[in-house]
């Protein structure tokens, strides 16, 4: 009787939640080109052995399920900082240097989305399209979307704004609000994340805009980056459908560096890397 009774009360529990830390990192038009190739700036420099060995101490350290990527010049190149039998890697097929990506822990399945290429229009503007993945959980699935958008137009109005920046950015509502209007009429867990190069403080019109398609939930809300001083969040983590329940923003960190001298801005990057915890609730028994 006692044994009956204990098998029904674990039958009638729920699981225990699946976590995942996810993160967002912009890695600084991370290269493996010599200084001065074809495609890059001429302030550009490549990174030395030393460089990439700090930046993949780092993402041990930062230890994430997955991590989106920006500014990253091909598979080879993340894979100096993200060891290939720890991590999957995705980048989109764009044939810029500055690509996006997304990182996967060795044992997380997934299956890889078309990049939605309309997120980087006119191939003459070489903006970058976004990556997408389906990830498979315990819990069902989650829809991921890392992005990195024009630069230039952090703060200033948007919808009326004739800076060409700004008109960029503007273009590229649509497309992501397309996006996230097919997940929720799909009814799926979702997450945008990656570099927005947009500051989402107070009544932002970019964020109201995707906003009036489906609720979100921004990790970054009301909060500044320690990165390389107190500034405003550019990297951002929004999360729709179910998913706005599993994220935990007061998880919310940012990964410091350890140099602080100003040349190593450049030789890790420019950006920290900023990271969020779900929590899951698996199906009942």
């Known amino acids: ?47 030395t ?31 100096k900082v993200f060891p290939l039998d720890r991590y999957s890697i995705h980048m989109t097929r764009d044939r810029v240097t500055q690509r996006t990506g997304l990182v996967v822990r060795r044992g997380l399945k997934y299956d890889i989305n078309p990049d939605v290429t309309a997120i980087a229009g006119d191939p003459h503007l070489r903006l970058r399209s976004g990556a997408d993945i ?17 630069q230039g137009c952090q703060a200033q109005p948007l919808l009326n704004s ?32 990656g570099d927005f190069n947009r500051w989402m403080d107070g009544r932002d019109q970019f964020l109201a805009a995707l906003q009036r398609t489906a609720p979100l939930t921004r990790a970054t809300e009301g909060r500044s980056s320690p990165c390389w001083g107190n500034e405003s969040f550019i990297d ?28 190593w801005k450049e030789r890790l990057s420019d950006h920290c890397p900023v990271s969020v915890r779900l929590f899951m609730p698996d199906a009942v028994r």
């Open 1 to 47: 009787m006692i044994r009956a009774l204990i098998v029904l009360l674990l039958l009638a529990a729920p699981a225990r939640a699946e976590e995942l830390k996810i993160a967002t990192w912009n890695l600084n038009w991370l290269t493996l080109r010599a200084t001065g190739a074809p495609g890059l700036p001429e302030d550009v420099k490549t990174r």
């Open 134 to 150: 389906t990830l498979h959980l315990g819990a069902g699935t989650l829809r991921l979307l890392a992005v990195h958008l024009k």
């Open 236 to 263: 951002h983590i929004l999360a729709g459908g179910p998913a706005r329940e599993w994220l935990h923003p007061d998880t919310l960190r940012v990964m410091r560096y350890r140099e602080t001298e100003p040349a």
């Open 162 to 193: 004739t800076r060409r920046s700004c008109v960029e950015l503007r273009a590229q509502i649509d497309p992501i609000e397309a996006w996230i209007a097919a997940r929720a009429a799909a009814g799926e867990a979702f997450l945008i994340l």
């Open 49 to 79: 052995p030393e460089d990439f060995d700090k930046l993949r101490q780092y993402a041990l350290e930062l230890n994430a399920d997955v991590i989106a990527v920006e500014e990253v010049d091909g598979r080879e190149a993340a894979a």
